[in-house]
């Protein structure tokens, strides 16, 4: 059994800790549906809520939860109570930009250290930012120790495209999706980070096996933390669990919305190839596919708006283990993807237009599917064979 932080272990103090903090917003009473699915009903519960515009989602060793809201706020949270996390980082809250994505590190049981993703402003903009931090629920939970340990350069004026999904690689490394900021063009060079997965160390370096490490020092500067480029705007990122890969998946323009399995060095050919169209219904780039750029695994046209990305790993849905689920905004739903290989073979849409827009989804350590839904009303759900 994995042992927990000191401050998790003595549960009496846990419990006169929980006490004395300060609720932030009273939760509300369990909602249950049931929905057909092809592996038999489904019975999805309103886990937690009310959120404002939350955006990610992260499980604590102690059955908590952690969710991030868009205007600044980091929680901690279960069907009893939500509390504010002191000292998260500013954050440049306009357009979709905010407080983003959350991620645990994988010796977070016995460390308490966590990365965070938000939007933070300079003098030249607003940027895509990643910190680390410790958790701290000795008292009232706080986070210490905040550290920037990456900045995506240039800093831009757009509200738009921040990307921002954190994973950690088994050997401890960081991928980062970042979005083309509404700055297109910028997706095709390797001068800056706009449009890019990144990969990092913990502390913020540059990992020695990096595709482009040992040409930082060229003229134009290419940048040293960049994966793979290419990319119109990352919104869900996860590590298949049966080879440890990178996949993604991405807002297109009107239409094209992709999958992608990032590897290092490869161009994913926004905005030079794409299969959806400008919004005003123009070609994009010179078509949807060309010579030295990767094509999708998996692309949507219409839009589904994708979101939160995730590989099935639980128990109480053997038939969907390795199945790839991808939550929607525009549809408000969650899409199976069923694999053979590195192909999509079948897809089942879930929970359509019943709880609003799908920010972000796992698979919790339960073996339930679990979502958030982003509105000013926010919830977190819980999805499981009826009964379990």
């Given at each position: 059994?994995?042992?927990?932080?000191?401050?998790?272990?003595n549960?009496?103090?846990?419990?006169?800790?929980?006490?004395?903090?300060?609720l932030v917003?009273?939760p509300?009473?369990?909602?249950?549906?049931?929905?057909?699915?092809?592996?038999?009903?489904?019975?999805?519960?309103?886990?937690?809520?009310?959120?404002?515009?939350?955006?990610?989602?992260?499980?604590?060793?102690?059955?908590?939860?952690?969710?991030?809201?868009?205007e600044?706020?980091?929680?901690v949270?279960?069907?009893?109570?939500?509390?504010?996390?002191?000292?998260?980082?500013d954050?440049?809250?306009?357009?979709?930009?905010?407080?983003?994505?959350?991620?645990?590190?994988?010796?977070?049981?016995?460390?308490?250290?966590?990365?965070?993703?938000?939007?933070?402003?300079?003098?030249?903009?607003?940027?895509?930012?990643?910190?680390?931090?410790t958790?701290?629920?000795?008292?009232?939970?706080?986070?210490?120790?905040?550290?920037?340990?990456?900045?995506?350069?240039?800093?831009?004026?757009?509200?738009?495209?921040?990307?921002?999904?954190?994973?950690?690689?088994?050997?401890?490394?960081?991928?980062?999706g970042?979005?083309?900021?509404?700055?297109r063009?910028?997706?095709?060079?390797?001068?800056?980070?706009?449009?890019?997965?990144?990969?990092?160390?913990?502390?913020?370096?540059?990992?020695?096996?990096?595709?482009?490490?040992?040409?930082?020092?060229?003229r134009?500067q290419?940048?040293?933390e960049?994966?793979s480029?290419?990319?119109?705007?990352?919104?869900?990122?996860?590590?298949?669990?049966?080879?440890?890969?990178?996949?993604?998946?991405?807002?297109?323009?009107?239409?094209?919305?992709?999958?992608n399995?990032?590897?290092?060095?490869?161009?994913?050919?926004?905005?030079?190839?794409?299969?959806?169209r400008?919004?005003?219904g123009?070609?994009?780039?010179?078509?949807?596919?060309?010579?030295?750029?990767?094509?999708?695994?998996?692309?949507?046209?219409?839009?589904?708006?994708?979101?939160?990305?995730?590989?099935?790993?639980?128990?109480?849905?053997?038939?969907?283990?390795?199945?790839?689920?991808?939550?929607?905004?525009?549809?408000?739903?969650?899409?199976?993807?069923?694999?053979?290989?590195?192909?999509?073979?079948?897809?089942?849409?879930?929970?359509?237009?019943?709880?609003?827009?799908?920010?972000?989804l796992?698979?919790?350590?339960?073996?339930?599917?679990?979502?958030?839904?982003?509105?000013?009303?926010?919830?977190?759900?819980?999805?499981?064979?009826?009964?379990?």
């Amino acid at each position: 059994m994995t042992s927990l932080p000191s401050s998790l272990t003595n549960s009496t103090t846990a419990a006169m800790i929980t006490a004395a903090l300060t609720l932030v917003s009273a939760p509300v009473a369990a909602q249950t549906q049931v929905f057909d699915s092809s592996a038999g009903p489904i019975e999805v519960t309103r886990a937690a809520g009310p959120f404002e515009s939350p955006w990610g989602l992260a499980f604590l060793p102690d059955g908590r939860f952690l969710v991030t809201e868009r205007e600044g706020r980091l929680l901690v949270a279960d069907a009893e109570r939500i509390v504010e996390v002191a000292n998260a980082p500013d954050v440049a809250a306009h357009g979709q930009g905010g407080l983003l994505d959350v991620t645990l590190d994988p010796e977070f049981a016995s460390s308490g250290r966590l990365y965070l993703s938000f939007s933070e402003r300079d003098d030249d903009g607003v940027r895509t930012a990643v910190a680390s931090a410790t958790l701290s629920l000795e008292s009232a939970p706080r986070l210490d120790d905040v550290k920037v340990i990456f900045r995506q350069q240039p800093a831009l004026e757009s509200r738009r495209h921040f990307g921002s999904r954190i994973v950690v690689a088994a050997d401890g490394t960081l991928f980062i999706g970042l979005g083309d900021r509404g700055d297109r063009d910028r997706a095709q060079l390797l001068t800056d980070h706009i449009g890019v997965v990144a990969r990092i160390t913990p502390d913020g370096g540059v990992p020695n096996d990096n595709p482009y490490r040992d040409k930082s020092g060229v003229r134009p500067q290419i940048q040293p933390e960049i994966w793979s480029y290419g990319h119109r705007n990352i919104q869900g990122a996860a590590l298949r669990p049966e080879d440890g890969a990178l996949w993604t998946v991405e807002h297109g323009a009107s239409g094209g919305d992709e999958i992608n399995r990032p590897e290092a060095g490869k161009n994913f050919g926004w905005p030079q190839i794409s299969y959806g169209r400008h919004y005003s219904g123009r070609t994009i780039g010179i078509g949807a596919e060309a010579p030295g750029m990767e094509q999708p695994v998996h692309y949507w046209d219409p839009s589904i708006a994708p979101s939160g990305l995730a590989f099935y790993e639980g128990d109480l849905f053997p038939e969907w283990r390795g199945d790839l689920l991808v939550g929607a905004l525009k549809y408000e739903l969650i899409s199976r993807l069923e694999l053979e290989g590195n192909e999509v073979v079948r897809e089942e849409r879930l929970f359509e237009g019943a709880f609003g827009r799908i920010r972000d989804l796992h698979t919790g350590p339960d073996g339930a599917i679990w979502f958030i839904t982003d509105e000013n009303d926010g919830a977190v759900y819980r999805a499981a064979p009826q009964g379990r």
